[in-house]
């Protein structure tokens, strides 16, 4: 399987010490080979204070009316139908403290509504509703104007064996002053900790 996302932000000041931000997420995934490729679009929210030169809050929520079709005739034959999934509804808060000037500490509290249908009844399919929680805590270190470093655990009470996760990554800010990309890497576990994976990203800012 391989999965690719788009993502574009848009944020506005509200005053000096609170910013307001829209963003829209394009996810292109390949399940099966078999299966044809799954596309979906989400969109999420979110609000920035300041509550200190060290100290910042925040809080979101993701993954609004967000949904892809899955259609797997090909792979199971004729008579599957297309289904269409909702995505995960996610909130989460923040909090991001500045220890030094380039160490960072951050933890966010997210729940995340997981939706899906239960088995055909004589009156079709009823959606079904399933909550889960996960606590993050990491640090953000720059050792150079041009590296960002990263690691931090999640907690996730879905996965009873492993509840804590680690995950670990970097950012290389490329030497261009216009659009001011960045290279991203993370390693982290799946949230069932049945497998890692390596993500990767570009960003631009325009």
């Known amino acids: 399987t391989s999965e690719y996302r788009l993502s574009g932000a ?63 005739s090909d792979l199971y034959g004729t008579e599957s139908a297309s289904n269409r999934e909702k995505e995960p509804l996610r909130v989460l808060t923040g909090v991001t403290y500045m220890l030094i000037e380039n160490l960072a500490l951050h933890a966010d509290y997210e729940v995340r509504n997981q939706y899906g249908e239960s088995e055909l009844n004589s009156s079709g399919r009823d959606e079904v509703r399933s909550t889960a929680h996960f606590f993050r805590s990491g640090v953000d270190y720059s050792p150079h104007e041009r590296i960002s470093l990263r690691g931090g655990i999640v907690w996730n009470e879905k996965n009873p064996e492993q509840k804590l996760q680690p995950s670990a990554g970097f950012s290389v800010h490329l030497p261009f002053d216009r659009l001011t990309p960045s290279i991203d890497y993370a390693f982290v576990e799946e949230p069932s900790g049945i497998s890692s994976m390596h993500v990767i990203g570009l960003r631009v800012n325009i």
């Not at 300041?50 to 979101?60: R, V």
């Open 10 to 72: 848009f944020a506005i000041r509200l005053s000096e010490k609170v910013m307001a931000g829209i963003g829209i997420n394009f996810d292109h995934s390949v399940l099966h080979e078999e299966i044809s490729a799954v596309q979906g679009i989400g969109i999420g929210v979110g609000v920035i204070g300041k509550i200190s030169s060290k100290l910042n809050i925040g809080i979101s929520v993701q993954n609004f009316l967000s949904s892809r079709s899955i259609n797997t």
